[in-house]
């Protein structure tokens, strides 16, 4: 296996390892914080019925949805990109210079 198709592997392993569950801490963090500002709503996150706690888990959820979503951006980044000492090689003729 050449640098490139190990770096699509990584990447796509990361991105099902790291980024879903991180889209899906997000989207449940970004819930839990919008309702525990909604006054009289009915919160349980996780056995508690308090409004604080309810916030604190989701801004929580949020930051940790928001590291586990960046993991598989920067391993696709480094993994992926060109490096500045690599050029193609080729073996075909230059052109003739005008």
Do not use: H, W, Y
């Amino acid at each position: 296996m050449d640098k490139k198709q190990t770096g699509i592997i990584a990447t796509v392993a990361a991105s099902l390892l790291c980024g879903c569950p991180g889209l899906s801490a997000l989207c449940f963090g970004a819930f839990f914080a919008v309702i525990s500002q909604i006054p009289g709503a009915e919160i349980d996150v996780f056995g508690s019925n308090d409004p604080t706690t309810a916030l604190t888990t989701g801004l929580g959820m949020v930051c940790g949805g928001l590291i586990f979503v960046i993991i598989p951006i920067v391993i696709g980044f480094v993994m992926l990109r060109k490096k500045p000492g690599e050029t193609p090689v080729s073996n075909e003729p230059l052109p003739p210079a005008i």
